[in-house]
């Protein structure tokens, strides 16, 4: 083989091992590129795991925290949230659930959780948290219903509402309940508002129709032991009738009929008529959707402390009550994680 021969083999195998060379690179290039896409997908798919834990932990501490607290809050209005739940989950996360008190009866329960590396997410939801003193300050007459037929013979007393009764402590310390009844109310009035109270359904406060009733601690008729113990939330469906004495909070979705010689301490509702019989007693606030009538010999004697008395013997009422709806804040990871 020639000289020039073999410069051109030599030639052509120069060009081809560039050629090489080139492609090398551009499949290294693929590869580093490659490699920073799965590694940036796994990096997502981390954050996106760890967002979804915390997530899952401050909901479910809501959650958890709505179907346990019982009782009165302690949060002021306006001020800092007060810690109600917390607890620990997955590899070293921890949650917590704050109540932040927006009015006496309207709060925001904050679900808080972050992860062990760091992800935190928090999530809002609104509530209602029945104060009974608001409740009880509601009402703006010792008797009220869409219709009050009072007999010449009955009475409607208003001159103690803040005094002590058998087995009452007097209330008028309670600052509420003195700036509500400091002036004496009227013997009878009309129903509160749309917002208060709806004529198809007994309520009290959010509390409504099947909702108050699931929450019950005992229904008509009561039986005849210990008639001197407040009873909580006692309710009835349909016409009813008291026979006996009760204490507590009386709600009858229907008509409620006080037999003579019978007597109640508490709160009364009804969605329909109230019938106050001969010699019945009532000592508390009464509240009917339709008439409420007094025969002669009836009386009720108007008590905001045994109304008051009575709500706080019901403590399946007092406790936090979702409100439709929720709103969360967007998550975000701390430096550093």
Do not use: N, Y
């Amino acid at each position: 083989m020639g000289p020039q021969v073999m410069r051109d083999v030599r030639g052509r195998e120069g060009f081809a091992l560039g050629i090489v060379v080139l492609a090398l690179l551009v499949l290294a290039g693929i590869a580093s590129a490659a490699v920073a896409a799965a590694t940036g997908q796994l990096r997502a798919a981390a954050a996106s795991g760890q967002l979804l834990a915390a997530r899952t932990a401050a909901r479910a501490g809501l959650e958890a925290t709505f179907a346990a607290t019982t009782g009165a809050t302690t949060a002021p209005v306006g001020t800092a949230g007060v810690d109600l739940a917390s607890g620990v989950f997955g590899d070293g996360g921890t949650w917590r659930v704050l109540d932040l008190r927006i009015t006496a009866e309207h709060h925001l329960l904050v679900g808080e959780a972050t992860t062990g590396a760091g992800t935190s997410f928090r999530e809002l939801r609104p509530a209602w948290w029945m104060d009974t003193e608001t409740r009880v300050a509601g009402h703006r007459a010792v008797v009220e219903g869409t219709a009050t037929e009072v007999a010449a013979a009955a009475q409607v007393l208003t001159d103690r509402l803040l005094g002590a009764r058998q087995g009452v402590e007097a209330c008028g310390q309670r600052t509420v309940l003195a700036a509500a009844f400091g002036t004496v109310p009227p013997a009878t009035g009309p129903l509160p508002g749309p917002s208060e109270w709806e004529a198809s359904e007994v309520g009290i406060g959010l509390l409504r129709g099947a909702m108050l009733r699931r929450a019950a601690d005992s229904r008509l008729p009561l039986g005849a032991e210990c008639p001197e113990c407040w009873k909580g939330l006692v309710t009835g469906v349909g016409s009813v009738d008291v026979t006996g004495s009760g204490r507590g909070v009386l709600a009858v979705q229907g008509s409620v009929a006080f037999a003579p010689g019978s007597s109640w301490a508490g709160l009364v509702v009804a969605s329909g008529d109230i019938e106050v019989q001969a010699s019945a007693t009532i000592t508390g606030l009464v509240r009917g959707g339709g008439r409420v009538a007094l025969a002669d010999g009836a009386v009720v004697d108007g008590s905001a402390c045994a109304a008051l008395r009575g709500l706080e013997s019901a403590q399946s009422l007092v406790r936090p009550i979702p409100v439709s709806g929720s709103s969360w804040a967007a998550a975000f990871v701390s430096p550093g994680a």
